[in-house]
């Protein structure tokens, strides 16, 4: 008897054993149980009870049995390459999420201190202006427009505006 198991279930046994491929030669068995002393009718009754399988039909049953057992070998297979690619995948995806945790990470640390350093800037534009909007001395700012070859006006603080009579609306 062989177990069949499917995925660790018992699901089935394959019963082989004897058989005769023409009827069986009674009168040998009746010597054969003389001659060890078996009990003659209970070893005939057990003889005439094993059945009788044409040769060609034994051929197409052990077919079937090597068939069957190539059946249950590419499952087998089948199982464990799919196990093998689950794994795998489970494997490369854990290493995924930790690269994508390092990269957040980095991506956090590196917000972080782009943060820090807008604040800092922030803070030295607002010293910059007040001390520009606060000289004593007339200032103007303008920037060199390369396109169009000429500058482009950024502005001027109040002295500026006093001493050179210019209003900013007019700029």
């Not at 590196?110 to 807008?118: P, T």
């Not at 700012?141 to 396109?147: L, P, T």
């Amino acid at each position: 008897a062989m177990p069949i198991i499917v995925e660790g279930q018992h699901v089935a046994n394959i019963f082989t054993g004897q058989c005769f491929i023409a009827p069986p030669d009674m009168e040998f068995f009746r010597q054969q149980a003389r001659q060890f002393g078996f009990g003659e009718d209970a070893y005939l009754k057990t003889i005439a009870k094993v059945p009788v399988i044409a040769k060609q039909r034994l051929e197409a049953i052990t077919r079937m049995y090597v068939e069957l057992a190539q059946n249950f070998a590419r499952h087998g297979l089948d199982r464990l390459h799919q196990k093998q690619t689950t794994e795998e995948l489970a494997r490369l995806n854990e290493q995924l999420s930790q690269r994508v945790e390092a990269r957040t990470e980095e991506l956090m640390q590196s917000n972080q201190q782009l943060q820090l350093e807008k604040r800092a800037l922030g803070a030295s534009e607002a010293r910059l202006s007040a001390l520009f909007k606060n000289m004593s001395s007339g200032v103007a700012v303008f920037r060199y427009n390369e396109d169009e070859q000429d500058f482009i006006f950024i502005g001027f603080n109040k002295a500026y505006e006093e001493c050179f009579g210019v209003r900013r609306e007019d700029l």
